[in-house]
C-alpha cells in the first residue's frame, strides 16, 4: 500500500493532533503531496499541499493559520499538524501523492465535546 494514514482520533474543540502518513514504493522524495479531507454527505477538498523539497506550501483559507504540512523525506513520511481545532474539521483525512494518483485510506478525525 503507498500510503498509510494514522493519528486520527476523538479530541475537544481548540485540541490539537498530528497525522502522520507514511510511503512506500514510489519516489516520496521527489513527489509533491497533499492533504484532503472529506466531511460527511460532502465533497472531498483539499486542505493542504506542498512540494517535494518541502518548502513551498499552500493551504485551504478555512485551516489557514491553523495548519501546517510538513514532511521528512528521510523518512518516507508526510505530516499534517492541526492546532486549534474546531467541530467543523471533523473528516476523514486523506494524503494523496497526485502525481501518482495514490490516495491513502484515510483516518477519522472527530472535534467535539
Known amino acids: 500500500v503507498p500510503l498509510v494514514e494514522s493519528g486520527g482520533g476523538l479530541v475537544q474543540p481548540g485540541g490539537s493532533l498530528r497525522l502522520s502518513c507514511a510511503a512506500s514504493g514510489f519516489a516520496f522524495g521527489s513527489s509533491p503531496m497533499t492533504w484532503y479531507r472529506q466531511a460527511p454527505g460532502k465533497e472531498r477538498v483539499l486542505v493542504a499541499r506542498?512540494?517535494?523539497?518541502?518548502?513551498?506550501?499552500y493551504y485551504a483559507d478555512s485551516v489557514k493559520g491553523r495548519f501546517t504540512v510538513s514532511r521528512d523525506n528521510a523518512k518516507n513520511t508526510l505530516y499534517l499538524q492541526m492546532n486549534s481545532l474546531k467541530p467543523e474539521d471533523t473528516a476523514v483525512y486523506y494524503c494523496s501523492a497526485p502525481g501518482y494518483n495514490y490516495w491513502g485510506q484515510g483516518t477519522q478525525v472527530t472535534v467535539s465535546s
Open positions: 506542498i512540494n517535494s523539497g518541502g518548502f513551498i506550501t
